[in-house]
Nanobody, 125 residues
Framework: QVQLTESGGGLVQPGGSLRLSCAAS????????CDWYHQAPGKQRELVAH???????SYNESVKGRFTISRDDAENTVYLQMNRLKPEDTGVYYC???????????????????WGQGTQVTVSS
């Protein structure tokens, strides 16, 4: 069974940093497009960082220059380095990815738009 698991959230003071991880588990072959989303309390989920299969990154204007998305293909893990955090960055962060994997029967499958369970980030003094 293929699964995405986020970690690294927590409580941090304004101006601080956190690094979120999103690990893909199962018989993973390749991770393709990877995204990080932010859902602030009472608001809709919003895309904050996007990474193509070729390694090109793009960011929401609200985080540009502060957040960096990256991927470790050997570890099947996507990261979100968050610097100069602000109170408005508070919320749950979710990763979303397209990836290929081997099914239980050994067939190559592609999973599109898989979600993790989210990790809570709270920025407060």
């Amino acid at each position: 069974q293929v699964q995405l698991t986020e970690s690294g959230g927590g409580l941090v003071q304004p101006g601080g940093s956190l690094r979120l991880s999103c690990a893909a588990s199962g018989s993973i072959i390749t991770m393709y497009t990877c995204d990080w989303y932010h859902q602030a309390p009472g608001k809709q989920r919003e895309l904050v960082a996007h990474l193509t299969s070729g390694g090109s990154a793009s960011y929401n204007e609200s985080v540009k220059g502060r957040f960096t998305i990256s991927r470790d293909d050997a570890e099947n893990t996507v990261y979100l380095q968050m610097n100069r955090l602000k109170p408005e960055d508070t919320g749950v962060y979710y990763c979303n990815a397209d990836l290929s994997y081997f099914s239980e029967t050994g067939e190559r499958q592609i999973g599109y738009g898989l979600w993790g369970q989210g990790t809570q980030v709270t920025v407060s003094s």
